[in-house]
């Protein structure tokens, strides 16, 4: 079995290249979605993340993710402190569901594969790359959110020239290069060498 490890910066267009991976019937294992579910399902997330912020960091058994926000984006230091509690929960979380898959590729979407160590853990990196231009068009499109608001997303992750010299592999999504045939070009690469 092959891991892929897939990223791409906010706006990119990784959300769709890890839905042609599942269309091609390879599954995707999102860390967005997985480290939400598991910072409410953890026992160890969950008591560490108590210890750190108090009791009010849980209301009502699910976690109080506006007090955690607050304090982590006025705190760079709290920041990876609550890093170094969910990205090994979620890491292990991804191996044992990456054993369980019964196909050739499994693949791990992640905006800061890197930056968390997820990289780690993969046979392969994949980057989807956009020009920053049209990653502020498709967020604001998408979102509504302001170019001030978007711009301190991607101050938070490594810059995409960073994570293109670190991927093994970069998928362009321009709007004029096709995607599928880049993503069937690197499956084809990985399972065959060509």
């Not at 839905?19 to 979605?33: A, K």
């Not at 967020?139 to 093994?168: A, Y």
Request: glycine content about 6%; aromatic content about 8%.
């Amino acid at each position: 079995m092959i891991k892929v490890g897939l990223t791409g910066g906010i706006g990119s267009g990784k959300s769709v290249v890890a839905r042609l991976f599942q269309i091609m019937g390879f599954p995707v294992y999102v860390t967005d979605t997985e480290s939400k579910r598991l910072t409410e399902s953890s026992p160890v997330i969950r008591q560490e993340l108590t210890d750190l912020f108090g009791e009010e960091v849980y209301q009502h058994n699910k976690l109080n993710r506006a007090l955690l926000a607050g304090c982590i984006f006025s705190d760079k230091s709290l920041l990876v402190k609550v890093n170094s509690i969910i990205h090994p929960v979620v890491l292990a979380d991804f191996v044992e569901w990456a054993v369980r898959q019964q196909t050739e590729i499994v693949v791990i979407e992640s905006a800061i594969l890197f930056e968390s160590g997820f990289d780690k853990k993969v046979d392969s990196t994949l980057m989807v790359y956009a020009p920053e231009t049209l990653r502020l068009q498709r967020v604001q499109e998408r979102d509504g959110f302001s170019v001030e608001e978007i711009r301190k997303r991607m101050n938070n992750q490594l810059p995409d020239e960073e994570k293109c010299k670190l991927s093994g592999y970069i998928v362009r999504n321009t709007n004029h290069e096709p995607l599928i045939p880049q993503v069937e070009t690197f499956v084809n690469y990985l399972l065959h060498g060509k």
